[in-house]
């Protein structure tokens, strides 16, 4: 894969894709970015901006940019 091609991620099947590209992210560092985007025109026409930010994993929904964060669970119980 070169950089700007996209991969459809519709189901199931798909989940070997999304592993092959995390294992190369792994190996390069910063030379690819994994995108999940809702197939609307709004998130499409954000594609080009999103693969200039510093984030290995991205997902778009309509024109807002999500990206995956750990954060400390509230109350410290886990349940």
Partial sequence: MG????VSTAGL??????????SAQSENP???V???VDGGEQALALLPGVLGLDEPQVAVRG???WAPRLMRAG????A
Avoid: K
């Fill in 63 to 65: 024109d807002v940019v």
């Fill in 75 to 78: 109350g410290g119980v886990l």
């Fill in 3 to 6: 950089s700007g091609d996209v």
């Fill in 34 to 36: 994994l995108v999940d």
């Fill in 13 to 22: 099947v798909d989940a070997p894709v999304w592993g092959l590209v995390r």
């Fill in 30 to 32: 910063g030379r690819l």
